[in-house]
Each structure stands twice: as C-alpha cells, then as structure tokens.
C-alpha cells in the first residue's frame, strides 16, 4: 500500500469523528503559534533596546511592558489552547476506539464459531486490545501532531521570507535536504523492506517467548536444555540481527537528518555575517537577522516530529490492516424468517468440505460427499482413524462453519433455512475440552437453561453424578470455579458439562470423546450420567473406545474424509474391514491391559447390550 492509501485509510477511521478531530487540529495549530508568539515579543523589546542602546532609559517603558504582557498571555494561551486540543483529540480518539472495539466483537459474534479456535481467540485479543489501542494512540496523539508539524514550518518560512526573502531562502537548503534524507530513510524499499522484517521478528519472539514460558514445564519434565527450545533461541537470533541492520540502514541517513535538522541557524548564521557585512550599520537587518536566530530552533521542532510520524504511521497501517481482516471475515447468513423443524432427524446431503475456501492455494477437502441420516431417538456413532473427519462433521452440524458443497439438514429444514438462535436451542454438545465460566458451579449449569429454578439445577447435578462432589465443597453450589475457587478434575468438569446439557434438554445431542480424561471411578459415573442425557435424543457420538458405541444403532466408519463403512455392530464386524480390525484392535489392547474377560465385563460388553447399557 503507497503511502497516499495508507493516510486515506487512517483518515477513513478519524472520518468518524471529523469534527471533533478539526477542532483538535485547529487548537494543536493556535498552540503552537502562541508557543512562537513569545519570541516576537523577544524580538520587539530588543529591537526597542537597541534602538535606545546608547541610553537603554530612555527605552519606551510602556512599550516593553506590552510586549512582555503579550509574552505571558500568549504563553497561557498556548498552553490553554494544547489542553482544549489534547481534550477534543481524546474524546474523539476514545469514542473512536469504543465503536471500533463495540463494532468488532459484534462482527465476531456473527462469524462462524469455527474461526474462533483457539489460536484465532488469542489473536482476536491482541487485535481487539493493543491494535485498537494503537489507532487510538495515533488519533490522540499523531493526528494533531502532524497537522501542527505541517502548518508551523509553513507558517514561519512565510512569516521568515516575509522578513528577509534572501536569509529565509538559505533555510530551505537543509530544509530540503532534511527532506531528502527522510525519503531516504523511510522511503526506500531496503528500508521499508527492513522495516517489516523488524516488526515481523519482534512479533515472532513474542509469540515463541509466550509459547516457551507455556511450554516451561514440558520443557524441565523431560529434562529439555533451555538450549534446546529452538525456535525461541532462533527468534531471539532473527531479532538481534534484523535490529542491527535496521541499525546500519538507518543509522547514516538518521543521524545527517537529526544534526541538519536541529542545526539550521548554523547554515544562517555564515549567510547572515556574510550580508550583514554589506549592510554594515544596517541595525534593521541585524534585528531581522536576530530573529531568525530566535526562531529557527522553533522551526527544528515541528521538523524532527515528522521523521517520527513516518515510523508511526506505518505502525498504524499494519494495525488497521489486522482489524481490517477481521472485519473481512464473512458472516454467518440468517434467514429472515427461520424455519421450524418438528422432528429432529439429521441429514447429511453430499457434503463436502475443506477449511480452506476453494480459491486459496492450500485448499484441500477434509470430508467429501459425506452422506448420511441419523434418525430421530437413535445412537449414530462415528469412529475411525484419528484424523479421518469425524470432529469436523460434528462441528459441521453445529454450524461451525457453513459447507461448501451439498447440505445438512435438521427435520428437513436446511441449516441454512433455521437460523442460529433455533439450532442451538435444538442441539446440546459435550466436548472432549470442556470449558467452565469464571463464575459459580450453579451458574455453571444453570447456562443449559436461564430459566431453571435452583432445584431444577440441583437434580440435573444429581443425574449427571455431580451433586455428591459439590455438596462436598465449602461453599456448595455458590463455589466459584476457577481462581480464588475451586479447580474440578478432567471427569467432574465433563459431568457438570453435562449436567448443562441435561437441564438444556435439547432433542439432538453431539458427544466428542465425552470419556476422554476420565479415570475407571469417574468414567463410571460419567457413564451414568450419559445413559441419563441420551434418553430419547437424537445423538451424534464420537468414541474411539469402541464397547461405549456397541449398541449404537448405526455406526459410521470415517477414513480420510469418506464413510467407509456403515451399520450396526455385528453388521460391521460381519464385513471383516477397517471396523473389525478396529475392533480386534480394542480388544487386544484391553485384554493387554486387564485381561479379556476383566474387561469385557469393565466394559459392559455383555452379549445382548441395549441402549441403555451401551455405555457401561
Ligand atoms: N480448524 C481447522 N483448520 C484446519 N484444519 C483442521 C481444523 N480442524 C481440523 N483440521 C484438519 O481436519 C482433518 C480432520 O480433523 P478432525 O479433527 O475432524 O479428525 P478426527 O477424525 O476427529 O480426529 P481425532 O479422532 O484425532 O479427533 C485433520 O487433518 C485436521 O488436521
């Protein structure tokens, strides 16, 4: 992006509060011509001295006390004016990063849930916290700092050649080339180049110093040399030398630019000799010549601010192209008028899906031509090899993300067609990572359904076998989970998970390796608890242990995103394909473990298992 784009993008953001955002810029200019004022009076009152040098008493008093008056004055001025302007800059600024912050995460509650993984919520923080900050910082601050630092030289070169046309012409020498070496420096594409790479290896050693410091206790469990975490060590490294040869880069032209820069009044001062030595006696001249000695240091200022805006400013544009990436993320569609499913069969149509959109160079379909029903009041499970798609066709159903080739439906109503609100009221799920709120077990549970009166909240814990284990807390259903609470094990968080969706009741229900973390004492009673939530839904099972499955009424064998195999329990295993080798394979590891028959029993695996101890 040239630069022209990239202050018409920044402008496009303060455009919200244009306004607001003048008048800052107007007082930033009155501020800082005020703050010039006082070297008027300066020049007055010397040239009044001068006039009278032979008898400074006979100097007009009233006069010097004017002038000295119009110093103070316009001093106050210039510091009420830089308040009045610093306010209006920062309420514009703060109203600014309000409704950018309120319009992102409105955007992101309407994205696909599937975007916010965990790796893009992380991100989504620093965008919605510290970019935001940055154009906040930039409007506050740069903003009028850059109208300031673009008017004043204006104004004093043209006040100067006002002056003496000869003397101020000398100051446009090092003016330009000041300029110069600033295109220099920021202009080039090395240095733009360089640039980027800097701000890429500090954003690198961020995120590999974060991941090192989560990683510290892999790191000394396995006895790992600090030595050995590469991938910081090399983004410390890539840093160290991006750093130097930015240095290098920039150390030449930055360096001429800041001594020409603050040192105009040395290429004045040889000019002003020189035509002074014509003008001898000339006292009007050596006034003129005075105050451009007075007044070039306040030309240096407003100059030396520019070079920083350039850095600045490209800050800025990166940070604005990050919201601007998110904002760019499309939205899931709602129908106007949401279609009601009254039976809750579902039906996967032809679908096929990959994470990546059809025209990225990465796109590779995860699930293809996935075709299926699970009908209303039964058990289909999923199983297969890990990584064959079974996790994206449960986050599939829960709109996660939108297919892009064939079509779910709920009841015959098409996802599309029921609109989000419906289809969480309709489908409850219990994943293998379970999240629990900073906040009370009961309001924990209570997020099933607002509505619950707290007995109801009670027997959902005592269903889903939570209520022993929380009565046993101190503060009971009142304890906080969390810090400054009470941390719950892998088995009590997944029963509370469905306690909550005991007390949601929806008609369908996905379960993702439910039993993931479960120990035999608590897997037992989660068992329990399951046998409980499924009673007369439809449910979308993922199991890799394949007795907690062995009644489901269809079971599908899911392989690199295909169904390879369908139908019950002795339907597959009759086949002698991938589900029976899966299933030998489960056996064997079983009986490795405890031995067949202890197992089996474990495992409930008695012939004849129905529905209802399917998950013993
Ligand atoms: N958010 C994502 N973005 C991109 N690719 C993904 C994402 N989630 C999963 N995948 C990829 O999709 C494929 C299928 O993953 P999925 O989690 O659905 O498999 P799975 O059968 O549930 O595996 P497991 O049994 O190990 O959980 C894998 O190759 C995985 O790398």
């Given at each position: 992006m040239d630069s022209k784009l990239e202050m018409k993008s920044l402008l496009h953001i303060a455009g919200e509060k244009k306004g607001l955002l003048i008048v800052a810029s107007l007082f930033s200019i009155v501020s800082s011509l005020l703050q010039i004022a006082p070297f008027v009076s300066v020049y007055q009152i010397v040239q009044e001295l001068l006039q009278h040098?032979?008898?400074?008493?006979?100097?007009?008093q009233r006069f010097i006390l004017y002038w000295g008056v119009f110093a103070l004055v316009t001093f106050i001025g210039a510091l009420i004016a830089l308040y009045i302007g610093g306010m209006c800059s920062h309420i514009a600024a703060f109203n600014i990063l309000y409704e950018l912050r309120v319009r992102l995460t409105d955007h992101i509650a309407k994205?696909?849930?599937?975007?916010?993984?965990h790796t893009a919520t992380g991100e989504l923080k620093k965008i919605i916290e510290v970019s935001v900050e940055k154009i906040e910082k930039f409007i506050a601050h740069q903003l009028p700092d850059i109208v300031s630092a673009i008017t004043i030289p204006l104004l004093l070169i043209g006040y100067l050649f006002w002056m003496n046309w000869s003397l101020a012409l000398v100051l446009l020498i090092p003016i330009g080339i000041g300029f110069w070496l600033q295109t220099q420096l920021f202009g080039s594409e090395s240095g733009q180049k360089a640039y980027r790479e800097f701000q890429h290896a500090i954003e690198e050693m961020n995120a590999t110093g974060v991941e090192y410091i989560r990683g510290m206790p892999v790191v000394k469990i396995f006895g790992i040399?600090?030595?050995?975490?590469?991938t910081f060590k090399h983004a410390v490294a890539k840093y160290r030398d991006i750093s130097l040869r930015i240095t290098d880069i920039y150390k030449t032209p930055y360096g001429l630019f800041s001594v020409v820069v603050s040192s105009l009044f040395t290429f004045v001062v040889p000019v002003g000799i020189l035509l002074s030595s014509g003008n001898a006696g000339s006292q009007a001249f050596a006034v003129t010549f005075m105050l451009f000695i007075i007044l070039t240091p306040s030309l240096s200022m407003p100059l030396l601010k520019l070079m920083f805006v350039g850095s600045g400013m490209r800050e800025v544009v990166e940070n604005k192209k990050r919201i601007d990436a998110v904002f760019s993320e499309a939205i899931v569609t709602e129908p106007a008028s949401p279609q009601i499913p009254v039976v809750h069969d579902i039906a996967f149509k032809h679908v096929s899906f990959a994470?990546?959109?059809?025209?990225?160079?990465?796109?590779?379909?995860?699930?293809?031509d996935i075709q299926f029903v699970a009908k209303a009041g039964e058990m289909t499970a999923l199983v297969g090899?890990?990584?064959?798609g079974k996790s994206t066709i449960a986050s599939l159903l829960l709109r996660f993300w939108d297919v892009q080739k064939g079509e779910i439906a709920i009841g015959g109503v098409p996802l599309r067609e029921m609109g989000t609100e419906m289809l969480m009221d309709r489908v409850s799920f219990v994943f293998q990572d379970v999240h629990l709120f900073y906040d009370t077990i009961e309001a924990n549970i209570r997020m099933g359904n607002m509505d619950a009166t707290q007995d109801e909240v009670v027997a959902a814990a005592k269903k889903a076998c939570c209520h022993e284990f929380i009565e046993k807390?101190?503060?009971?259903?009142a304890t906080k989970i969390g810090e400054g609470g009470t941390y719950l094990s892998g088995g009590e968080a997944q029963r509370l998970a469905i306690a909550r969706a005991l007390l949601k009741n929806a008609p369908i229900l996905v379960l993702d390796?439910?039993?993931?973390?479960?120990?035999a004492e608590n897997e037992k009673k989660i068992q329990q608890a399951l046998i409980e939530l499924v009673k007369g839904k439809t449910v979308i099972m993922i199991a890799h242990r394949l007795s907690t499955i062995r009644a489901a009424e269809q079971i599908l064998v899911v392989k690199q995103g295909e169904i390879v195999e369908r139908g019950t329990h002795d339907e597959l295993r009759a086949l002698s394909g991938l589900y029976e080798q899966m299933w030998q394979a489960h056996i064997s590891s079983a009986s490795w473990k405890l031995g067949v028959k202890d197992t089996l029993q474990a495992d409930g695996?008695?012939?004849?298992?129905?529905r209802e101890s399917l998950l013993y």
């Open positions: 040098a032979g008898n400074p008493a006979s100097a007009d994205v696909p849930m599937g975007y916010l993984t040399k600090a030595d050995s975490f590469l994470y990546e959109q059809q025209a990225s160079k990465d796109f590779k379909p995860i699930l293809k090899p890990s990584g064959g807390l101190a503060l009971g259903y390796e439910a039993t993931a973390y479960a120990d695996m008695k012939e004849g298992s129905s």
